[in-house]
């Protein structure tokens, strides 16, 4: 079986730690191991909930594409592309379309989650004012202002995967259900139109969710509890100062919590020095063992991994222009794969007239 890894990101800002470990790691890793590897910039899915707001899709393509690179995906292993320039996928997103209902979209965890956390969903207040001014009677009805594009974004996310025949996808968690539906598009169109695609796996890293600085279980950018890959050791000491800990643990020589206290949580995910780790764990249980030097030590650790990604970011955002030529290179690639696939789409579909 020939591996295609394909994965991408938002570009609605910097990528953070969460990223680093939910699949970033994997993207590394999987570039040596694959057949072939696609990284793609998803602005057409970032303007799917910010289609006022092109700028901000637009500035943030290479930050995206820096932090990538900086933390080492390698444009000769990995193929680099712009969702938007690949016309391949929007087309065959129009045929995913029809195989998918509206009802299961709703369904659909990630983007359930999503619609509330955005406002997509009306509040209450306004649902009753409307539901009267309707004269709406149905029990449960729900009258949600999510754009269709946003609701239906698992469909062009399962076209970005299929387009060039991607079965491994590295990406976080919360993507689960994206790529359950995935599948579900795969064997659908399989059994209409006879055997096209594989299904897809999907790869979570060995941290599937980092835990945001003030212990909310997810790290992201709406909630302003990330440390980005790119922040400065002063941004990064000042994060790690501000971090829940144990909230009983006043004096030094109180005895202190493990569980729950954030700045375990990430010693344990990047402090490679594990029995250092388990003596400052008994130390503190003990008592003795203050935040402050706690908080020193885990200040130390994420300087000392995000330093070399924020020199090598540095240095590569010198020449923009650099960095916009992996991009366009990789797009014709795409492209050119896309159009192989869409071939093989058309004749299952019955849609090749000339
Ligand atoms: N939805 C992904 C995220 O928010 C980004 C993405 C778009 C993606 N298309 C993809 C990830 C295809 C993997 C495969 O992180």
């Given at each position: 079986m020939?591996k295609?890894?394909?994965?991408?990101?938002?570009?609605?800002?910097?990528l953070?730690?969460?990223?680093?470990?939910g699949?970033?790691?994997?993207?590394?890793?999987?570039?040596?191991?694959?057949?072939?590897?696609?990284?793609?910039i998803?602005?057409?899915?970032?303007?799917?909930?910010?289609?006022?707001?092109?700028e901000?899709?637009?500035?943030?393509?290479?930050?995206v594409?820096?932090?990538?690179?900086?933390?080492?995906?390698?444009?000769?292993?990995?193929?680099?592309?712009?969702?938007?320039?690949?016309?391949q996928?929007?087309?065959?997103?129009?045929?995913?379309?029809?195989?998918?209902?509206?009802?299961?979209?709703?369904?659909?965890?990630?983007?359930?989650?999503?619609?509330?956390?955005?406002?997509f969903?009306?509040?209450?207040?306004?649902?009753?004012?409307?539901?009267?001014?309707?004269?709406?009677?149905?029990a449960?009805e729900k009258?949600?202002?999510?754009?269709?594009?946003?609701l239906?974004?698992?469909?062009?996310?399962s076209?970005?995967?299929?387009?060039?025949?991607?079965?491994?996808?590295?990406?976080?968690?919360?993507q689960?259900?994206?790529?359950?539906?995935?599948?579900?598009?795969?064997?659908?169109?399989n059994?209409?139109?006879?055997?096209?695609f594989?299904?897809?796996?999907?790869?979570?890293?060995?941290?599937?969710?980092?835990?945001?600085?003030?212990?909310?279980?997810?790290?992201?950018?709406?909630?302003?509890?990330?440390?980005?890959?790119?922040?400065?050791?002063?941004?990064?000491?000042?994060?790690?100062?501000?971090?829940?800990t144990?909230?009983?643990?006043?004096?030094?020589?109180?005895?202190?919590?493990?569980e729950?206290n954030?700045?375990?949580t990430?010693?344990?995910?990047?402090?490679?020095d594990?029995?250092?780790?388990?003596?400052?764990?008994?130390?503190?249980?003990?008592?003795?063992?203050?935040?402050?030097?706690?908080?020193?030590?885990?200040?130390?650790?994420?300087?000392?991994?995000?330093?070399?990604?924020r020199?090598?970011?540095?240095?590569?955002?010198k020449?923009?222009?650099?960095?916009?030529?992996?991009?366009?290179?990789?797009?014709?690639?795409?492209?050119?794969v896309?159009?192989?696939?869409?071939?093989?789409v058309?004749?299952?579909?019955?849609?090749?007239?000339?």
């Amino acid at each position: 079986m020939k591996k295609t890894v394909l994965t991408g990101d938002r570009p609605t800002g910097r990528l953070h730690l969460g990223h680093y470990v939910g699949s970033i790691q994997n993207r590394i890793k999987l570039q040596d191991e694959a057949d072939a590897a696609f990284y793609m910039i998803a602005d057409v899915q970032a303007l799917t909930d910010n289609a006022e707001n092109p700028e901000k899709v637009r500035e943030n393509v290479l930050e995206v594409a820096l932090d990538n690179l900086a933390c080492g995906l390698d444009p000769k292993k990995t193929t680099f592309f712009i969702q938007s320039q690949v016309p391949q996928i929007a087309e065959l997103t129009v045929f995913f379309l029809n195989l998918v209902t509206v009802a299961r979209l709703e369904q659909n965890p990630t983007v359930k989650a999503e619609m509330a956390q955005k406002g997509f969903v009306m509040s209450d207040s306004e649902n009753t004012e409307i539901r009267k001014s309707l004269q709406y009677v149905v029990a449960n009805e729900k009258i949600r202002n999510v754009p269709a594009g946003f609701l239906a974004y698992p469909i062009s996310q399962s076209a970005d995967i299929l387009f060039c025949k991607g079965n491994i996808v590295p990406v976080g968690e919360d993507q689960k259900p994206v790529i359950e539906q995935c599948n579900e598009i795969v064997d659908t169109f399989n059994r209409l139109y006879g055997e096209t695609f594989e299904r897809v796996k999907h790869l979570v890293g060995d941290t599937p969710r980092l835990v945001g600085t003030d212990g909310n279980a997810k790290m992201s950018k709406s909630l302003g509890n990330c440390i980005y890959l790119s922040d400065s050791k002063d941004t990064i000491a000042q994060k790690v100062q501000s971090m829940y800990t144990d909230p009983n643990h006043i004096r030094v020589e109180d005895p202190g919590q493990v569980e729950g206290n954030v700045v375990f949580t990430y010693l344990d995910v990047f402090d490679t020095d594990k029995d250092g780790v388990a003596e400052l764990k008994k130390q503190y249980q003990a008592g003795g063992l203050g935040d402050v030097v706690l908080k020193r030590r885990l200040t130390e650790v994420l300087e000392g991994m995000i330093a070399p990604i924020r020199a090598r970011r540095e240095e590569l955002a010198k020449n923009p222009e650099a960095i916009m030529k992996i991009l366009e290179a990789g797009t014709e690639q795409a492209r050119r794969v896309g159009e192989q696939t869409m071939n093989e789409v058309r004749k299952a579909l019955h849609i090749q007239y000339f």
